[in-house]
């Protein structure tokens, strides 16, 4: 173990933030399991220790990032059992209008080479609508059940890696306040940027996939953009040394980005895994289930922040990266809104857990030692505050204040709960117009 990472003040004059991309969060029965991880903590073992699965591996879900994995962990001498591929063969025919560009752009020979070498050695199931972890006596992940082709089927695994693409990490944007708008192709939130990567917040930009998905090759030509327009906005260079330095970058970046509509509408994760049902946990800081969730939103839950005050979904040590897409998605299903009028969680600092210890030399700084007010005081003077690319100054509460309000707010939504029935029941209030039947899967409908 290092040391402690110590916090810090960072001054400066303009930030360019670059968190890059997160998975998105695949709730299925069981996929707390122990024995279940995501394709992308898969990949991570292999690169950073090389560590791989050990007995009866499969892969799940969708998106290029599996078969990659699948490619590498090939390469690495691992024996896969299965790939669950939940990619429905009408989404071909749907990315098919795409085709051509995809034909075109640089993923197409890398992709090829790779699906070629996987479908050789690892036995695909395709059209699969329903998944389902299932633990053994131990209480580890025993077995997978899945649906395809309209058949209930299942098989003993030892490891399950699931995976259905990656949205940008916002954490840390939505944290500073930066506007953000919900991408219909790709079902996620993104901050909304300008094309050289400027955000709502006047001297924050962002590049990279942490502004919108679209790649490695397409992150560091977005960076080097807006990296000329910051030196531009600081007085660095003129606008047209800018406009002559972006211009290689912004064609490169036209190529890199070239095809993606394709692999978009191909690989959509398909509602019932974006929108689950009945016990599955989708909070699992807090162990909040779809159907508490659901709940929720049919008496009245207006968004994600009041859902804090019912479950207190968002407010554990993932800050919402687990159950944030979730949530916005199960309050859109249930009260046939569209998921940019539901939103999604305001944010606050730190956007990780941190501790005391971390915050020690910080701490005696006067910017962290005003907690939350620092950023919106400096952000005045055109300054930021953070630590290494981390901005944060709120300290880690006491435990005791956090399970204080904790019940305080527990209490809080089972009051407002019985109030909302009783109101009902007095006929103060109309009960709420009967919802249209949301769109749920087989999937759904049998886990
Ligand atoms: C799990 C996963 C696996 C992937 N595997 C591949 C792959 O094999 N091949 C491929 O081409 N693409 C892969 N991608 C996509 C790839 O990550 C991006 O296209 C590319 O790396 C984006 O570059 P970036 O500079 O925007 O972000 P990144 O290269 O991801 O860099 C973001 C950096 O920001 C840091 N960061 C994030 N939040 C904070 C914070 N709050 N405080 C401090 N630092 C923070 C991260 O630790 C990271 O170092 C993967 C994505 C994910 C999520």
Same mark, same amino acid.
């Given at each position: 173990?290092?040391?402690?990472?110590?916090?810090?003040?960072?001054?400066?004059?303009?930030?360019?933030?670059?968190?890059?991309?997160?998975?998105?969060?695949?709730?299925?029965?069981?996929?707390?399991?122990?024995?279940?991880?995501?394709?992308?903590?898969?990949?991570?073992?292999?690169?950073?220790?090389?560590?791989?699965?050990?007995?009866?591996?499969?892969?799940?879900?969708?998106?290029?990032?599996?078969?990659?994995?699948?490619?590498?962990?090939?390469?690495?001498?691992?024996?896969?059992?299965?790939?669950?591929?939940?990619?429905?063969?009408?989404?071909?025919?749907?990315?098919?209008?795409?085709?051509?560009?995809?034909?075109?752009?640089?993923?197409?020979?890398?992709?090829?080479?790779?699906?070629?070498?996987?479908?050789?050695?690892?036995?695909?199931?395709?059209?699969?609508?329903?998944?389902?972890?299932?633990?053994?006596?131990?209480?580890?992940?025993?077995?997978?059940?899945?649906?395809?082709?309209?058949?209930?089927?299942?098989?003993?695994?030892?490891?399950?890696?699931?995976?259905?693409?990656?949205?940008?990490?916002?954490?840390?944007?939505?944290?500073?306040?930066?506007?953000?708008?919900?991408?219909?192709?790709?079902?996620?939130?993104?901050?909304?940027?300008?094309?050289?990567?400027?955000?709502?917040?006047?001297?924050?930009?962002?590049?990279?996939?942490?502004?919108?998905?679209?790649?490695?090759?397409?992150?560091?030509?977005?960076?080097?953009?807006?990296?000329?327009?910051?030196?531009?906005?600081?007085?660095?260079?003129?606008?047209?040394?800018?406009?002559?330095?972006?211009?290689?970058?912004? +064609?490169?970046?036209?190529? !890199?980005?070239? &095809? $993606?509509? *394709?692999? #978009? %509408?191909?690989?959509?994760?398909?509602?019932?895994?974006?929108?689950?049902?009945?016990?599955?946990?989708?909070?699992?800081?807090?162990?909040?289930?779809?159907?508490?969730?659901?709940?929720?939103?049919?008496?009245?839950?207006?968004?994600?922040?009041?859902?804090?005050?019912?479950?207190?979904?968002?407010?554990?040590?993932?800050?919402?990266?687990?159950?944030?897409?979730?949530?916005?998605?199960?309050?859109?299903?249930?009260?046939?809104?569209?998921?940019?009028?539901?939103?999604?969680?305001?944010?606050?600092?730190?956007?990780?857990?941190?501790?005391?210890?971390?915050?020690?030399?910080?701490? +005696?700084?006067?910017?962290? !030692?005003?907690? &939350? $007010?620092? *950023?919106? #005081? %400096?952000?005045?003077?055109?300054?930021?505050?953070?630590?290494?690319?981390?901005?944060?100054?709120?300290?880690?509460?006491?435990?005791?204040?956090?399970?204080?309000?904790?019940?305080?707010?527990?209490?809080?939504?089972?009051?407002?709960?019985?109030?909302?029935?009783?109101?009902?029941?007095?006929?103060?209030?109309?009960?709420?117009?009967?919802?249209?039947?949301?769109?749920?899967?087989?999937?759904?409908?049998?886990?």
């Amino acid at each position: 173990m290092g040391e402690e990472p110590q916090a810090s003040l960072l001054h400066c004059r303009h930030i360019i933030l670059a968190t890059g991309a997160q998975e998105r969060p695949f709730p299925i029965p069981g996929w707390t399991l122990p024995g279940v991880i995501t394709a992308g903590a898969g990949q991570i073992l292999l690169k950073t220790s090389g560590v791989v699965p050990e007995g009866r591996t499969v892969l799940a879900g969708g998106g290029p990032l599996l078969y990659l994995l699948a490619y590498q962990y090939l390469n690495a001498g691992v024996k896969l059992d299965a790939i669950l591929e939940t990619t429905a063969s009408s989404q071909w025919l749907q990315a098919l209008p795409h085709a051509w560009n995809f034909l075109r752009s640089p993923y197409l020979g890398k992709g090829l080479t790779l699906m070629r070498a996987v479908r050789k050695a690892v036995p695909i199931v395709s059209g699969v609508t329903a998944l389902e972890a299932l633990a053994g006596e131990n209480g580890q992940l025993a077995e997978v059940r899945y649906t395809a082709g309209g058949q209930s089927r299942s098989m003993a695994v030892d490891q399950l890696l699931l995976h259905q693409g990656v949205v940008p990490n916002t954490n840390l944007s939505r944290a500073v306040g930066a506007e953000h708008a919900w991408n219909d192709l790709q079902d996620c939130w993104e901050p909304v940027v300008d094309a050289w990567g400027a955000t709502s917040v006047p001297q924050l930009s962002i590049a990279g996939d942490g502004a919108g998905i679209a790649g490695a090759m397409a992150a560091e030509h977005r960076g080097r953009i807006a990296a000329v327009h910051v030196a531009a906005a600081v007085g660095r260079i003129d606008t047209a040394a800018r406009d002559r330095e972006a211009a290689p970058h912004q +064609a490169a970046l036209a190529r !890199a980005t070239r &095809g $993606r509509e *394709f692999l #978009e %509408v191909l690989y959509r994760p398909a509602a019932q895994f974006r929108r689950p049902v009945g016990d599955t946990i989708v909070c699992r800081c807090e162990e909040a289930t779809a159907e508490q969730v659901r709940h929720a939103a049919r008496i009245g839950c207006q968004g994600p922040n009041q859902m804090k005050a019912f479950l207190r979904c968002g407010m554990g040590p993932c800050q919402g990266r687990f159950c944030g897409l979730t949530v916005t998605e199960l309050i859109a299903d249930e009260q046939q809104r569209h998921p940019r009028d539901v939103g999604y969680y305001r944010l606050r600092f730190p956007t990780k857990p941190v501790t005391l210890g971390g915050n020690r030399h910080a701490a +005696a700084d006067p910017g962290i !030692a005003r907690g &939350g $007010r620092a *950023f919106q #005081e %400096v952000r005045g003077e055109g300054q930021l505050s953070g630590t290494d690319g981390q901005l944060t100054n709120v300290l880690r509460q006491p435990s005791r204040r956090r399970t204080r309000r904790r019940t305080a707010m527990r209490y809080g939504a089972t009051q407002l709960e019985s109030e909302h029935r009783r109101r009902q029941a007095s006929g103060h209030i109309e009960a709420p117009p009967a919802p249209k039947v949301p769109q749920r899967s087989s999937a759904a409908a049998t886990s």
